[in-house]
């Protein structure tokens, strides 16, 4: 049961609707002079539905898949979690007539979803009878605006609901629906995943190091495999899983040692082009002491929808992947993954496919303005750090087949250095 402000009408009705569908509630909708009616006795709580998932848990096999940790606590579920393999409809959490209050809201939420789906039936006639006029005779400018209009409605008319709502924060959506699509998008950008990210790429310059802006507009998540085991005598014998790399941690070159696994959400339904970069921006530059850049990986002319697979399927390769490899004696480097949206999203690019001798200085922002690649227009984002290790060694004699280099800071004169030198007693 919920707890209840008795001094505080509009703050009871708000915290009985559905976690976060509270919002759809205005505050017209509540009598702040009237008192809120005591709170009804406990009643007993409404037996959901037996389903297929949860009638294949019998006591026996609870029983089992506890044996050996104890007694299933009170309260504890032994449903399984929900998925798509394991889908599960939304029930309302609080039976019809135990709380007037939560009825009210659930019931005005309802109609005002009917009442803009009434609005959003007008504006599509508007809109069929506009395109049905002559080409000469249609107002772009207003039929661009009526389709705008059309499209929020359509979202504002379910975005509220509680079944949807619940749907999209437990998996459970279809990107065809754009409710589904802003709700998903609206998750990635306020719940976190975004703001950290941006906050890495910033603190660690990557902008404007590497590009001038950054504006991601899809979910880029990279995955690769987990960090060995510490006893040399398991590497070998346990199969190491992937798993999500947060933006900017520490990586080992051995994680790294084979390209990563991409996963995408993106938000636009229409196939769009974009050009896949991977590159090192802290590679040593002795004869200007500064730093370069070194590109590790390229595959330009990706389509990406809503319903792209995931991981994204590389096939081809336009540029082979090189691993991670930080110079010994050089600070961590910065190795920055980018999903840049081409300038015409439904016309190939011709790219020429790039030597071992052209990675090392290869120029990002020379790259993106000779093919029209723009980073804030959006795109996608990610990125981690590595320091060198041992492994590094095996990089340079077994793919790179070079003489690995190795840096620091040069050695101080020493003033003294031929007083030393002579002897002290002649």
Same mark, same amino acid.
């Given at each position: 049961?919920?707890?209840?402000?008795?001094?505080?009408?509009?703050?009871?009705?708000?915290?009985?609707?559905?976690?976060?569908?509270?919002?759809?509630?205005?505050?017209?909708?509540?009598?702040?002079?009237?008192?809120?009616?005591?709170?009804?006795?406990?009643?007993?709580?409404?037996?959901?539905?037996?389903?297929?998932?949860?009638?294949?848990?019998?006591?026996?096999?609870?029983?089992?898949?506890?044996?050996?940790?104890?007694?299933?606590?009170?309260?504890?579920?032994?449903?399984?979690?929900?998925?798509?393999?394991?889908?599960?409809?939304?029930?309302?959490?609080?039976?019809?007539?135990?709380?007037?209050?939560?009825?009210?809201?659930?019931?005005?939420?309802?109609?005002?979803?009917?009442?803009?789906?009434?609005?959003?039936?007008?504006?599509?006639?508007?809109?069929?009878?506009?395109?049905?006029?002559?080409?000469?005779?249609?107002?772009?400018?207003?039929?661009?605006?009526?389709?705008?209009?059309?499209?929020?409605?359509?979202?504002?008319?379910?975005?509220?609901?509680?079944?949807?709502?619940?749907?999209?924060?437990?998996?459970?959506?279809?990107?065809?629906?754009?409710?589904?699509?802003?709700?998903?998008?609206?998750?990635?950008?306020?719940?976190?995943?975004?703001?950290?990210?941006?906050?890495?790429?910033?603190?660690?310059?990557?902008?404007?190091? !590497? +590009?001038?802006?950054?504006?991601?507009? @899809? /979910?880029? *998540?990279?995955?690769?495999?987990?960090?060995?085991?510490? =006893? $040399?005598?398991?590497?070998?014998?346990?199969?190491?899983?992937?798993?999500?790399?947060?933006?900017?941690?520490?990586?080992?070159?051995?994680?790294?040692?084979?390209?990563? !696994? +991409?996963?995408?959400?993106?938000?636009? @339904? /229409?196939? *769009?082009?974009?050009?896949?970069?991977?590159?090192?921006? =802290? $590679?040593?530059?002795?004869?200007?002491?500064?730093?370069?850049?070194?590109?590790?990986?390229?595959?330009?002319?990706?389509?990406?929808?809503?319903?792209?697979?995931?991981?994204?399927?590389?096939?081809?390769?336009?540029?082979?992947?090189?691993?991670?490899?930080?110079?010994?004696?050089?600070?961590?480097?910065?190795?920055?993954?980018?999903?840049?949206?081409?300038?015409?999203?439904?016309?190939?690019?011709?790219?020429?496919?790039?030597?071992?001798?052209?990675?090392?200085?290869?120029?990002?922002?020379?790259?993106?303005?000779?093919?029209?690649?723009?980073?804030?227009?959006?795109?996608?984002?990610?990125?981690?750090?590595?320091?060198?290790?041992?492994?590094?060694?095996?990089?340079?004699?077994?793919?790179?087949?070079?003489?690995?280099?190795?840096?620091?800071?040069?050695?101080?004169?020493?003033?003294?250095?031929?007083?030393?030198?002579?002897?002290?007693?002649?």
């Amino acid at each position: 049961m919920f707890a209840l402000r008795r001094s505080s009408p509009r703050v009871y009705l708000r915290s009985l609707v559905v976690r976060g569908y509270a919002d759809a509630v205005p505050s017209e909708a509540v009598n702040t002079s009237a008192t809120p009616p005591p709170p009804p006795p406990p009643a007993a709580a409404p037996t959901a539905p037996e389903t297929p998932e949860t009638a294949e848990l019998t006591s026996e096999e609870a029983t089992t898949s506890t044996k050996g940790r104890g007694r299933r606590r009170p309260g504890q579920s032994i449903r399984p979690s929900i998925s798509l393999e394991r889908p599960r409809e939304w029930n309302r959490p609080i039976a019809s007539g135990v709380l007037p209050a939560y009825d009210l809201a659930f019931k005005y939420i309802r109609e005002d979803s009917e009442n803009l789906k009434k609005e959003l039936e007008e504006v599509r006639g508007k809109i069929r009878a506009a395109e049905s006029l002559p080409e000469s005779e249609q107002d772009a400018q207003a039929l661009r605006k009526m389709r705008a209009k059309a499209d929020i409605l359509e979202i504002q008319s379910e975005v509220n609901l509680p079944d949807v709502r619940w749907k999209a924060r437990n998996g459970l959506v279809d990107m065809n629906k754009s409710v589904y699509r802003h709700l998903v998008e609206q998750r990635w950008r306020k719940d976190g995943a975004l703001d950290l990210l941006m906050e890495r790429i910033h603190q660690m310059k990557v902008v404007p190091d !590497l +590009l001038p802006e950054l504006h991601p507009s @899809l /979910d880029l *998540r990279i995955n690769f495999p987990e960090p060995p085991p510490e =006893d $040399v005598y398991k590497r070998s014998r346990v199969k190491r899983k992937y798993e999500k790399v947060e933006p900017g941690v520490f990586l080992r070159p051995e994680q790294t040692w084979r390209q990563p !696994l +991409l996963y995408t959400t993106v938000f636009h @339904l /229409d196939t *769009r082009l974009y050009t896949l970069l991977m590159v090192d921006l =802290d $590679v040593p530059d002795p004869a200007r002491q500064t730093f370069q850049t070194y590109l590790h990986w390229m595959q330009p002319n990706i389509a990406l929808h809503a319903f792209s697979p995931s991981p994204i399927p590389i096939t081809t390769t336009h540029t082979m992947w090189v691993p991670p490899h930080p110079q010994r004696g050089t600070p961590y480097h910065r190795y920055v993954v980018l999903l840049l949206p081409q300038a015409h999203p439904t016309e190939r690019i011709s790219v020429p496919q790039l030597t071992d001798a052209e990675r090392l200085g290869f120029d990002v922002r020379a790259f993106c303005a000779r093919h029209g690649l723009n980073g804030s227009k959006g795109g996608g984002a990610h990125m981690w750090r590595e320091v060198w290790d041992e492994t590094v060694s095996k990089i340079y004699r077994d793919v790179l087949k070079t003489e690995e280099p190795r840096y620091g800071r040069p050695p101080k004169e020493d003033p003294y250095a031929q007083v030393k030198r002579t002897p002290k007693y002649m």
